[in-house]
Nanobody, 122 residues
Framework: QVRLVESGGGLVQAGGSLRLSCKAS????????MGWYRQAPGKQRELVAT???????NYADSVQGRFTISRDNAKNTVYLQMNSLQPEDTAVYYC????????????????WGQGTVVTVSS
């Protein structure tokens, strides 16, 4: 059993910054790649950034140079530092993890958090 809990969302003015956190929890499990996705009202969910266990990162073109994804493997936590926020960044941000559960049996899971709301005003 693996759960993801996001935090750090809120209301910020354009040009401001927010730092999102996502903590994975659960016994007898291991977290592989992690990432952040977002969904704006009326739109499909889209990838924001991903990071592997080794630290390799990938960013959507729309956030390249403004957002930074990082992780602390010891804490099973992934972060998203968002700078120079724009109104177009307004969305619900979801944490994602590729996880492996060992007990009661071996399972490969894709886990999603409940989301944290980011609102950027002009």
């Amino acid at each position: 059993q693996v759960r993801l809990v996001e935090s750090g969302g809120g209301l910020v003015q354009a040009g401001g910054s927010l730092r999102l956190s996502c903590k994975a929890s659960g016994s007898s499990s291991s977290i592989n790649a992690m990432g952040w996705y977002r969904q704006a009202p009326g739109k499909q969910r889209e990838l924001v950034a991903t990071v592997t266990r080794a630290g390799t990162t990938n960013y959507a073109d729309s956030v390249q140079g403004r957002f930074t994804i990082s992780r602390d493997n010891a804490k099973n936590t992934v972060y998203l530092q968002m700078n120079s926020l724009q109104p177009e960044d307004t969305a619900v941000y979801y944490c994602n993890a590729d996880a492996v559960v060992f007990l009661p049996d071996y399972r490969r899971l894709e886990v999603w958090g409940q989301g944290t709301v980011v609102t950027v005003s002009s």
